[in-house]
């Protein structure tokens, strides 16, 4: 650990081919460059495949709960009290990563580092404690082109990922010592290990609806609250406030929509032993090939906003024999470009510039009409996509019983798992051979009142004996688990917690995608 110069808020620059020679060697790395076909990334022998599930059998701690947190009433989303970002999104064991906190009024604090999983349902382990430091109160930054507001605050410290950090989500606890006031912030560390299963977090969509300071997400212009248009951009350099939407999470302030809609999943797939590795959405943009390093690979939550590099190298995993499984709702709908901030670090802001549908296909949203709207589609690549009202809730009623992803619930045509479908959902299907729809149902405002829409949970075959599926629901993964600390969502309908048939097909689908025949 050192103080953090501002010439370090570049260490994110480190290229993907500097770090696979440490993590690879050269040799390694000239034999991927040059011997590999498409496909052989995904196939090759996955040396250590119960890292995940060794790691989970450590001891684990709930002392990564927030037990004091406050959000300012003038702002409804900010804890000004102790607040923070990450230089990055997402590092690799060897890199650095700073942290960016602010204090007001100044005081001292810490900064506990955990990793979020299993745990024997404890749901996190202790990997650091960093600090005291001083704290200090950061300036607000000043409102830029298209409304972005990019912090420039000095860091607390510079931390080296030690090299026995596995894979996964890792969150800050960030502890102010005047009143013991609390937030997060929060990280990803990946890896370049062949694995069975990516895990793909949704963190272009977590700021796009961050409000932080007060009303500047990417929804906010400068008359309208749910704005859905052009012109605005928001950065990653600046923390995240009390989510927005749907539930009142104070307790989760700092982490995006990550507790909220993806947690559960994580904490699921970790205590089945699954051998999975993590990944961000702009690890998705920016590394094509580290998508092959696995056989399945995984969209969770709500996963809204993608460039159309994610969509292009999504479709070319797929047809190089990586299956494709969208446990999300209103997937790749926003299309969006992605920026250098003002110090010029690529990637750290992105603004809002097409839409990945056809036009009218979604009603609810007026400026939407100013974007773009072209091919390719999102249903192209997740078998059916946003459209019509757009939001609503169901249950998730199956439709076709005899399909294998159904194999062992025991469930008959039309039964639904109550309140899974939800916020926001797909329908309109995609003329793709094979496609077959396995659920669907009407979609409602409320109960006993039905809006016109209709969601569509689906699968289609890939190329290499691979597929696709699409869940067509935001809430999956509140029907897996429910982990310390986790709060239910319930608007238009309410989903019931886990179900053992929810378990069931989840564990299918990861199963015939780790066990496809080679």
Same mark, same amino acid.
């Given at each position: 650990?050192?103080?953090?110069?501002?010439?370090?808020?570049?260490?994110?620059?480190?290229?993907?081919?500097?770090?696979?020679? &440490?993590?690879?060697?050269?040799?390694?790395?000239?034999?991927? %460059?040059? @011997?590999?076909?498409?496909?052989?990334?995904?196939?090759?022998?996955?040396?250590?495949?119960?890292?995940?599930?060794?790691?989970?059998?450590?001891? +684990?701690?709930?002392?990564?709960?927030?037990?004091?947190? $406050?959000?300012?009433?003038?702002?409804?989303?900010?804890?000004?009290?102790?607040?923070?970002?990450?230089?990055?999104?997402? /590092?690799?064991?060897?890199?650095?990563?700073?942290?960016?906190?602010?204090?007001?009024? !100044?005081?001292?604090?810490?900064?506990?580092?955990?990793?979020?999983?299993?745990?024997?349902?404890?749901?996190?382990?202790?990997?650091?404690?960093?600090?005291?430091?001083?704290?200090?109160?950061?300036?607000?930054?000043? /409102? +830029?082109?298209?409304?972005?507001?990019?912090?420039?605050?000095?860091? @607390?410290?510079?931390?080296?990922?030690?090299?026995?950090?596995?894979?996964?989500?890792?969150?800050?606890?960030?502890?102010?010592? $005047?009143?013991?006031?609390?937030?997060?912030?929060?990280?990803?560390?990946?890896?370049?290990?062949? %694995?069975?299963?990516?895990?793909?977090?949704? #963190?272009?969509?977590?700021?796009?609806?961050?409000?932080?300071?007060?009303?500047?997400?990417?929804?906010?212009?400068?008359?309208?609250?749910?704005?859905?248009?052009?012109?605005?951009?928001?950065?990653?350099?600046?923390?995240?406030?009390?989510?927005?939407?749907?539930?009142?999470?104070?307790?989760?302030?700092?982490?995006?929509?990550?507790?909220?809609?993806?947690?559960?999943?994580?904490?699921?797939?970790?205590?089945?032993?699954?051998?999975?590795?993590?990944?961000?959405?702009?690890?998705?943009?920016?590394?094509?090939?580290?998508?092959?390093?696995?056989?399945?690979?995984?969209? /969770?939550?709500?996963?809204?906003?993608?460039?159309?590099?994610?969509?292009?190298?999504?479709?070319?995993?797929?047809?190089? &024999?990586?299956?494709?499984?969208?446990?999300?709702?209103?997937? @790749?709908?926003?299309?969006?470009?992605?920026?250098?901030?003002?110090?010029?670090?690529?990637?750290?802001?992105?603004?809002?510039?097409?839409?990945?549908?056809?036009?009218?296909?979604?009603?609810?949203?007026?400026?939407?009409?100013?974007?773009?709207?072209?091919?390719?589609?999102?249903?192209?690549?997740?078998?059916?996509?946003?459209?019509?009202?757009?939001?609503?809730?169901?249950?998730?009623?199956?439709?076709?019983?005899?399909?294998?992803?159904?194999?062992?619930?025991?469930?008959?045509?039309?039964?639904?798992?109550?309140?899974?479908?939800?916020?926001?959902?797909?329908?309109?299907? !995609?003329?793709?051979?094979?496609?077959?729809?396995?659920?669907? !149902?009407?979609?409602? #405002?409320?109960?006993?009142?039905?809006?016109?829409?209709?969601?569509?949970?689906?699968?289609?075959?890939?190329?290499?004996?691979?597929?696709?599926?699409?869940?067509?629901?935001?809430?999956?993964?509140?029907?897996?688990?429910?982990?310390? &600390?986790?709060?239910?969502?319930?608007?238009?309908?309410?989903?019931?917690?886990?179900?053992?048939? /929810?378990?069931?097909?989840?564990?299918?689908?990861?199963?015939?995608?780790?066990?496809?025949?080679?």
């Amino acid at each position: 650990m050192s103080k953090k110069s501002k010439s370090s808020r570049r260490d994110s620059g480190v290229s993907r081919r500097d770090a696979l020679k &440490g993590i690879l060697g050269v040799g390694a790395l000239s034999a991927l %460059a040059g @011997c590999a076909t498409p496909g052989d990334v995904a196939l090759r022998a996955r040396p250590d495949r119960r890292r995940i599930a060794r790691e989970n059998q450590r001891p +684990g701690t709930r002392d990564w709960l927030l037990t004091n947190t $406050r959000i300012d009433p003038a702002t409804k989303y900010r804890c000004p009290w102790i607040e923070g970002y990450c230089s990055r999104t997402s /590092v690799r064991a060897g890199e650095s990563i700073s942290f960016h906190v602010s204090t007001n009024p !100044a005081s001292p604090f810490r900064l506990d580092v955990f990793r979020m999983g299993y745990y024997g349902g404890a749901g996190a382990r202790q990997v650091a404690s960093l600090g005291p430091f001083a704290g200090q109160i950061q300036p607000d930054p000043p /409102v +830029g082109p298209k409304r972005v507001r990019d912090c420039r605050w000095e860091a @607390c410290t510079t931390l080296t990922v030690p090299a026995d950090w596995p894979s996964g989500i890792y969150v800050g606890q960030l502890t102010a010592e $005047r009143e013991g006031l609390q937030s997060y912030v929060i990280f990803i560390v990946r890896d370049d290990r062949p %694995a069975d299963l990516i895990y793909q977090c949704s #963190d272009t969509t977590w700021q796009a609806y961050n409000r932080w300071p007060d009303q500047y997400a990417l929804y906010n212009d400068d008359q309208n609250q749910w704005y859905w248009g052009g012109n605005v951009q928001v950065s990653f350099n600046r923390p995240y406030g009390k989510y927005c939407q749907i539930v009142d999470a104070p307790l989760s302030t700092g982490t995006g929509d990550f507790f909220l809609w993806e947690f559960p999943f994580v904490y699921w797939l970790e205590s089945q032993g699954y051998d999975v590795t993590y990944t961000s959405n702009l690890d998705t943009h920016a590394d094509p090939r580290g998508l092959l390093r696995a056989r399945g690979f995984l969209s /969770v939550g709500h996963d809204e906003y993608y460039t159309i590099e994610m969509f292009r190298n999504l479709q070319a995993a797929k047809r190089a &024999g990586v299956s494709l499984g969208f446990f999300s709702g209103n997937t @790749c709908c926003g299309r969006i470009l992605l920026s250098p901030d003002a110090d010029g670090l690529p990637r750290r802001a992105f603004e809002r510039i097409g839409v990945f549908g056809p036009p009218g296909g979604m009603r609810d949203f007026i400026a939407m009409k100013s974007l773009r709207h072209e091919r390719p589609y999102a249903n192209e690549l997740v078998g059916a996509h946003s459209t019509g009202v757009v939001t609503g809730g169901a249950d998730w009623v199956c439709v076709l019983p005899e399909h294998w992803i159904f194999a062992g619930t025991g469930m008959r045509r039309g039964e639904g798992i109550p309140g899974l479908v939800g916020w926001e959902w797909h329908g309109d299907p !995609a003329d793709i051979p094979g496609l077959e729809i396995v659920a669907s !149902a009407p979609t409602q #405002d409320k109960p006993g009142s039905l809006n016109g829409g209709v969601f569509t949970a689906t699968v289609y075959p890939g190329p290499q004996q691979n597929f696709v599926f699409n869940a067509s629901t935001c809430w999956w993964a509140d029907g897996l688990s429910e982990p310390p &600390g986790y709060v239910r969502p319930s608007v238009y309908t309410s989903p019931l917690g886990p179900d053992r048939r /929810v378990q069931q097909i989840t564990r299918n689908i990861l199963e015939r995608m780790i066990r496809r025949p080679v």
